[in-house]
């Protein structure tokens, strides 16, 4: 997803929107540990610097499955107030 090439390709199909994370993640991760791993899951700052150099919005998808509506609201503060989305 972050590869050059991908980023390329993206522009070029224009996408609108994307989400993330996408599929079955969704309802297992944990924004913040994914965000401290640094490993090869794209983390949400990641994300959305891609969304900078691809063009496209970001839509996020907040974790039904283990999350609570507290670390969800965390995760909003942080892509809305602390890294300013597209």
């Given at each position: 997803?972050?590869?050059?090439?991908?980023?390329?390709?993206?522009?070029?199909v224009n996408h609108?929107i994307?989400?993330y994370?996408g599929?079955?993640?969704?309802d297992e991760?944990?924004?913040?540990q994914?965000?401290?791993a640094?490993?090869?899951?794209?983390?949400?700052?990641?994300?959305?610097?891609w969304?900078?150099?691809?063009g496209?919005?970001?839509?996020?998808t907040?974790n039904?499955?283990?999350?609570?509506?507290?670390k969800a609201?965390?995760?909003?503060?942080?892509t809305n107030?602390?890294?300013k989305?597209?």
């Open positions: 997803m972050l590869r050059p090439e991908t980023i390329s390709q993206v522009k070029r609108g994307v989400r994370p599929g079955l993640r969704a991760d944990d924004w913040e994914v965000l401290a640094k490993d090869w899951m794209v983390d949400t700052d990641e994300f959305l610097e969304c900078k150099q691809t496209v919005r970001a839509m996020f907040a039904f499955g283990s999350g609570t509506p507290e609201a965390k995760w909003v503060d942080h107030n602390k890294k989305p597209m």
